[in-house]
């Protein structure tokens, strides 16, 4: 127990009430001891399947051991958010208009205003709540997808989830639609059973990658990663991998999709209200014609400023490509004079696969 402070339960009952109140769709505890595939991370790293997300090999000791980022660690609180939409009251989940131009896909964690952003003030003050209650002398420290944290494979030692063989966390209670995030502290509280794998025989993730980035279960190729190429990856896409990247322009959802266990996934309170349905189908003309001030009044605040105009526009070119519709010849062709490289280089690839080949099966209007 923390000088003064609650015993261990009650602080932790005190705390999951809390996390309720705020909005977070589960909250669990674990110890700080190092994660279980630590060494997975290591191998991944070793044989370069985190492609070039150098930031992600920084400081791997830091993963491996949490009191090298917070000094006298002793629990760790991790929480989901679920961004889950009813299909029923899910106007993106409808299909364009037969004859309207080519829309975009955009992932649905992206469909919001950036979630590191929606979700500081509710961490922030659990994280104050925490270290009020627990009278702790150093304060605790809250992570979402922003520091040197293996999220998943603690999560699932706190029991909010099992690692999927898509490598996301799957949740009993909310499907695979839902995100994470910590709070590292030195408060000892008590740590909760950890979750196992549930995938049994299943392997319809697998499957449904359309670019084989899971060549294994529990094993992502980010060089082949549909997520990887259209969001972290800065330069040309490889052009045999173009095709099957169909019209997403952001991300991708579809191991996420095809998992069963979604049939228990449920709408959470942190994210639902602030839904952008304009992010959901994006017009694909409309998005090739923004210029850099236009681009970043239109995704301010947004997860899609993360690629920038640049890395967007050569997806929509792509995606342009794939679809096949001529009407948006002469916006790739004002694109090939794009005073940026990539563009150009993308919206002629574009052209000549309009040019030479019928659609993509399978990628319409
Ligand atoms: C880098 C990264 C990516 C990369 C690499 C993805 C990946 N699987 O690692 C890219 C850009 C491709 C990506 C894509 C996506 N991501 Co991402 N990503 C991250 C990030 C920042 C780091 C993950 C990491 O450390 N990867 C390192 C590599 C080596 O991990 P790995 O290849 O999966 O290897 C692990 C497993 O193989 C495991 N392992 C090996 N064998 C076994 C066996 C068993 C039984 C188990 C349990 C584990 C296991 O050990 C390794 C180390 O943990 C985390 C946030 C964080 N800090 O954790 C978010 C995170 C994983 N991403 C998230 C999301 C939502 C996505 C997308 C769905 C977004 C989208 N719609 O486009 C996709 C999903 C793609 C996919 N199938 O994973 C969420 C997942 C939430 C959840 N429910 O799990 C996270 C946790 C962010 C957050 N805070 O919410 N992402
Ligand atoms: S996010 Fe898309 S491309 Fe990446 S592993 Fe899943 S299905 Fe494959
Ligand atoms: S689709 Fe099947 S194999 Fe893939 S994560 Fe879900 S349950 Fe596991």
């Known amino acids: 127990m923390s000088p003064g402070g609650m015993a261990k339960a009650e602080l932790k009952a005190a705390l999951v009430r809390r996390a309720t109140e705020l909005g ?10 190092p994660p279980a595939s630590a060494p997975d991370f290591e191998r991944a790293l070793a044989e370069g399947r985190h492609a070039e997300m150098a930031w992600l090999a920084k400081a791997p000791e830091k993963r491996a051991d949490l009191s090298r980022v917070l000094p006298g660690i002793r629990s760790v609180v991790t929480v989901a958010i679920s961004y889950h939409r009813d299909p029923h009251h899910d106007p993106s989940a409808q299909t364009a208009a037969p004859g309207s131009t080519p829309r975009g896909i955009v ?11 929606l979700l500081k003030e509710p961490l922030r003050a659990l994280t104050e709540f925490l270290d009020t209650e627990a009278r702790v002398t150093q304060r605790s420290l809250w992570y979402v ?32 639609w839902f995100l994470l995030a910590e709070i590292l502290t030195t408060a000892e509280l008590e740590p909760d059973a950890p979750e196992h794998n549930r ?15 899971l060549p294994a279960p529990f094993t992502l190729d980010a ?15 490889p052009e045999d991998l173009r095709p099957a990247i169909g019209t997403r322009i952001f991300g991708c959802d579809d191991c ?20 952008r349905a304009d992010l959901a189908q994006p017009d694909l003309l409309e998005l090739l014609s923004l210029d850099e001030a236009a681009f970043k009044s239109r995704f301010a605040g947004t997860s899609l400023l993360r690629t920038k105009r640049r890395g967007l526009l050569r997806n929509v070119c792509i995606a342009l490509g794939n679809v096949g519709d001529r009407r948006a010849i002469p916006a790739l062709t004002r694109a090939t004079q794009d005073p940026e490289p990539l563009i150009a280089e993308h919206a002629a690839w574009a052209l000549a696969r309009i040019g030479s080949a019928s659609p993509t099966p399978g990628v319409g209007l």
Request: a positive charge; hydrophobic letters at 35%; aromatic letters at 6%.
């Open 223 to 237: 060089r082949r990663c549909i997520s990887y190429l259209t969001i972290e990856h800065r330069g040309s896409i």
């Open 256 to 275: 996420l999709a095809a998992c069963p266990w979604n049939r228990f996934a449920r709408a959470g309170a942190l994210l639902r209200e602030h839904h």
């Open 24 to 33: 977070f769709d589960a909250c669990r505890v674990t110890t700080a001891e």
């Open 199 to 213: 995938c049994g025989s299943c392997t319809r993730c697998l499957s449904a990658c359309p670019t084989g980035a």
């Open 107 to 117: 992932a649905r964690y992206a469909q919001h205003p950036d979630y590191h952003d």
């Open 145 to 176: 997808d922003t520091g040197p944290i293996l999220e998943r494979d603690l999560a699932q030692r706190a029991g909010i989830g099992f690692v999927g063989k898509h490598t996301n966390l799957i949740s009993r209670t909310l499907g695979n």
